[in-house]
Structure formats: structure tokens, C-alpha cells
């Protein structure tokens, strides 16, 4: 059960807002036709602050930057961190990997335009939920010069999309819009390994924090168990925030006051990682 004293600082966490600049629907990419945009949120104050860069989920083909990851905003908003939203491309009409290198493109652009937005360009965070996990996951591991962070959070997102086709006994629809593939076999199994996170596991990635409930019923629990696991035994740095009997997304996790620990937990793990 969760305490009185964590219910108190979750509702200090979420009601009690530091003040902070919001701007909406700034480019910070062209992709052939799509224009790629973000809103932001800026402390007030000299900073530079620590960041992050939130990817929303949907499936890889629905939402958008203001759909399935405002819960996070007061909680960063409090915590005195710049944080950007982010749009990219999405399936079917972009497969994979447009989606990822959308979020490699946002990564460079706060980079590059660090001082506008008061960013520490050495405490960038990257932090997806969901379809978005997977995106945060998979460009956090590479974790490539240009688009280099300190950190990431994963919420429910896939590692391993192999794993998942053989713990599910099917490759998803929207999983197929995405990778442009429609089953596991031996010619598309490349294509999944390709798009899976796990394959890129080493030691010298980010830390990784990853936060999971254990009813998932669309992304099963055992993906963050076994990312965590692969990743310790590399060298890499990984923690496993388990949501007991949380379902997929936040939004439920959020009429649950109980299953509320984990926003605290990730600033409290935010604040050590990118100290």
C-alpha cells in the first residue's frame, strides 16, 4: 500500500507548480513533406536546467505530443526541468525506422538550440511510453554522437520484438504498420532484431530506468524484466520500477492512487542519474 507520506508528496508533486514558460508547435524538423514539431516548457530562471524529451505513445500509427504523456508534465514542471513533446512520423505511411530518427532530429535540434531553451546539453533525458518506450529505448541504446543523452526512461515500451512475437503468438497490426512486415519467419526475422532495442546492448549505454506494470496485457512485463537483466549483465546500468498490477498507459495507472509511486520514483531517479 502506499504510505501517507508518499500520497502527501505525490499531491504536493502534482498540484504545486514551479512557474515556467510554455511554447507550442516550434519546428525542429523538416522530413521531406512532414514538418516535425514540439511545444515546450522552460523554467524560469538563468538555468541551463536539466531537459527532457518526451515521445508519446499510440501504437505507431495514433496520438500525438499532447496525447497519452501529460501526466508527466506537472511532474517535471515541478522538478524545475526543461521538457520538450515531441510529433514524428507515423505508420503505415512512415515505417520504421523514419519514427526513430525523428526523435534522433529533436534530440539535435534542443542540442543545437540549447541556450534558447536554458537546456544542460550534458543532462538531456529521452523518456517514451509505450510505442514511444520503444523509440526512447532504441535510440538511448545506440546512443549516437549527434543525438547522445545521460539518460533514459522506458514506460512499457518494447525491447525485444521477437520475444514479444513468441510470448504473444502473433506480430501485432500496428507492429506491422510500423516494421512493414506482417509475421515472424526467417526472412523477416532481420527486420524485427533490426527494430528491437535489446540487439544493441552494451556496456557505456546510458543509464536506463524502466517502469512496467505487471498486468500488461499489450506489452507484456517480461520485455523490461529481460532488457534489465541483458543490460546488467553487459556492464550497462539499468533499474526496474515495477507498477504492481498496473495495466498499459498512465492514464490508468492514474485513477489508481496507489499505483501513483512511480512519478516520484523517477525524479528522485532523474535527479541521481543526471546529478
Known amino acids: 500500500m502506499i504510505s501517507?507520506?508518499?500520497?502527501?508528496?505525490?499531491a504536493l508533486l502534482v498540484c504545486t507548480f514551479a512557474q515556467a514558460d510554455?511554447?507550442?508547435?516550434?519546428?525542429?524538423?523538416?522530413?521531406?513533406?512532414?514538418?516535425?514539431?514540439?511545444?515546450?516548457?522552460?523554467p524560469e530562471g538563468p538555468g541551463p536546467f536539466p531537459t527532457a524529451i518526451l515521445i508519446h505513445g499510440g501504437g505507431f500509427v495514433r496520438g500525438d505530443?499532447?496525447?497519452y504523456v501529460p501526466p508527466l508534465f506537472p511532474v517535471l514542471t515541478k522538478a524545475n526541468f526543461t521538457w520538450f513533446t515531441i510529433n514524428y512520423r507515423m505508420a503505415p505511411q512512415y515505417k520504421f525506422p523514419a519514427a526513430?530518427?525523428?526523435?534522433?532530429?529533436?534530440?539535435?535540434?534542443?542540442?543545437?538550440?540549447?541556450?534558447?531553451y536554458k537546456v544542460d546539453v550534458n543532462r538531456i533525458a529521452l523518456i517514451g511510453e509505450s510505442a514511444g518506450g520503444q523509440m526512447a529505448s532504441y535510440v538511448g541504446a545506440q546512443n549516437k554522437p549527434a543525438s547522445?543523452?545521460?539518460?533514459?526512461?522506458?514506460?512499457?515500451?518494447?525491447?525485444?520484438?521477437?520475444s514479444r512475437v513468441v510470448s504473444q503468438g502473433k506480430l501485432l497490426d500496428t507492429s506491422q504498420a510500423y516494421l512493414g512486415v506482417k509475421e515472424l519467419d526467417a526472412d523477416t526475422a532481420p527486420v524485427l532484431i533490426k527494430a528491437s532495442p535489446v540487439a544493441y546492448?552494451?556496456?557505456?549505454?546510458?543509464?536506463?530506468?524502466?517502469?512496467?506494470?505487471?498486468?500488461?496485457?499489450?506489452?507484456?512485463?517480461?520485455?523490461?524484466?529481460?532488457?534489465?537483466?541483458k543490460m546488467r549483465l553487459a556492464g550497462a546500468s539499468c533499474d526496474l520500477y515495477t507498477v504492481r498490477e498496473?495495466?498499459?498507459?498512465?492514464?490508468?495507472?492514474?485513477?489508481?492512487?496507489?499505483?501513483?509511486?512511480?512519478k516520484l520514483y523517477m525524479i528522485d531517479w532523474l535527479k541521481k542519474i543526471l546529478n
Not at 31 to 38: E, I, R, W
Request: glycine share 10%; hydrophobic share 40%; net charge neutral.
Open 148 to 162: 547522445q543523452v545521460a539518460a533514459v526512461v522506458v514506460l512499457y515500451g518494447v525491447h525485444d520484438f521477437v
Open 22 to 42: 510554455m511554447r507550442k508547435d516550434i519546428e525542429y524538423a523538416k522530413a521531406g513533406n512532414a514538418s516535425l514539431t514540439f511545444d515546450v516548457s522552460v
Open 246 to 262: 498496473g495495466g498499459h498507459g498512465m492514464g490508468g495507472w492514474d485513477r489508481v492512487p496507489e499505483l501513483q509511486g512511480y
Open 4 to 10: 501517507m507520506l508518499t500520497r502527501l508528496s505525490l
Open 201 to 229: 546492448v552494451r556496456k557505456g549505454m546510458p543509464p536506463f530506468l524502466l517502469i512496467h506494470g505487471t498486468r500488461d496485457q499489450q506489452v507484456p512485463y517480461e520485455q523490461s524484466v529481460e532488457m534489465c537483466a
Open 100 to 116: 526513430t530518427d525523428d526523435v534522433e532530429r529533436a534530440i539535435q535540434f534542443v542540442r543545437g538550440h540549447a541556450r534558447q
Open 65 to 67: 505530443k499532447q496525447m
